[in-house]
C-alpha cells in the first residue's frame, strides 16, 4: 500500500524503514535509509531551533474522529503547545507521571499526551498490543499513574481473565473519551483501582477539550446518580478561549444538552 502511494506522489517524502526484529512477516524494503541508521546519523551537539511561526504546522492527521471532508486535519505548534498543557492542568499531573499508551496515537497525536508526558518528565510505556495481561504488568511493574483509553479498554481490564489480573499499590487516573462508561463499568473500575475521568473532543481541538471536572460531594451519590454525572462533560479545558452550546439546526445558544461548539 505504501508503495502505491508513494509511486502516486508528486513530490517523494523521505521514507524510512523501520525493521522490527520481532516481526516475521512479509513485506520489502522501500526507504532511503532504516531507522537506526537514521537516528545514529544525527548530531548529539545539534543546536535545536525553535518554530519561526508558532501557526507553522506541526503534524498532519487523517483519523476517523473529524467532521472535516476531506478528513485531515493541520495541528500548528501553538494549539499542540496549548492542549499539551492544558492536559497537565486539568488531569492535575504532577512531575514524573508514569503513563500507559493505551490510547492509539494517531488519534489526535494520543490527544497531545506524547508532549504532555514529556513536559513533566515522565515514562512513557508503551505496548506492542494493547492487550490486559500486557496492561496489568505494566501496571503492576512499572507503577503506572496514567491512561487513557476508549471504554473498550476499560471492558479489557475488567474482563480480563484471572491469570491476567495482578493488583497494584497505586491508584491509576484513567480518562476516557466516547460513549460514557455505564454504571456497572464504573463502579468496577473504581473497585479495581482506577479513578475514571471523562472527556470529549475532535481531532479540530487537538484532542479533549472539556471534561467533567469532578466535585467531591458527589462521591456520596448513589451508583445511578452517581454514573449520571460521571457521564456528563461540560466543563472547558483552561487554555480552550470558550465553549458554546448550540441548537444544531438553528445555531441560537441553549441549555447545556446539544450540541458543542469549541473555539481555541
Not at 514524573?96 to 488519534?107: A, G, K, R, S
Not at 454525572?229 to 439546526?249: F, I, N, S, T
Amino acid at each position: 500500500m505504501i508503495r502505491e502511494a508513494l509511486a502516486l506522489a508528486k513530490s517523494r517524502p523521505l521514507v524510512i524503514d523501520v525493521d522490527d526484529p520481532e516481526y516475521d512477516g512479509p513485506g520489502e524494503r522501500l526507504g532511503e535509509t532504516d531507522y537506526e541508521t537514521f537516528l545514529a546519523s544525527g548530531d548529539p551537539d545539534f543546536a535545536w531551533a525553535m518554530p519561526a511561526d508558532e501557526w507553522d504546522a506541526i503534524t498532519l492527521n487523517y483519523t476517523s474522529g473529524t467532521t472535516g471532508d476531506p478528513k485531515g486535519v493541520v495541528y500548528h505548534h501553538r494549539g499542540a503547545y496549548l492542549l499539551a498543557m492544558g492536559n497537565i492542568v486539568t488531569c492535575a499531573m504532577g512531575k514524573h507521571p508514569i503513563y500507559l499508551w493505551t490510547l492509539p496515537m494517531f488519534h489526535c497525536n494520543g490527544w497531545c499526551f506524547p508532549w504532555s508526558i514529556s513536559i513533566v518528565a515522565g515514562t512513557h510505556v508503551c505496548l506492542r498490543q494493547v492487550r490486559a495481561k500486557a496492561m496489568y504488568d505494566a501496571l503492576a511493574d512499572e507503577g503506572v499513574t496514567h491512561l487513557c483509553g476508549a471504554p473498550i479498554v476499560m471492558s479489557m481490564l475488567l474482563n480480563a481473565a484471572a491469570d491476567e489480573r495482578r493488583d497494584f499499590a497505586q491508584r491509576a487516573s484513567f480518562f476516557t473519551a466516547a460513549a460514557p462508561p455505564p454504571e456497572s463499568v464504573l463502579a468496577a473500575m473504581k473497585e479495581r483501582g482506577f479513578d475514571v475521568t471523562h472527556l470529549y473532543g475532535l481531532t479540530e481541538t487537538y484532542g479533549p477539550s472539556v471534561v467533567n471536572d469532578w466535585n467531591s460531594d458527589w462521591d456520596a451519590l448513589d451508583p445511578g446518580a452517581y454514573a449520571a454525572k460521571k457521564a456528563r462533560q461540560g466543563v472547558r479545558y483552561p487554555v480552550l478561549e470558550g465553549l458554546d452550546v448550540l441548537d444544531p439546526e438553528t445555531m441560537a445558544p441553549c441549555p447545556p444538552t446539544g450540541r458543542r461548539w469549541a473555539r481555541s
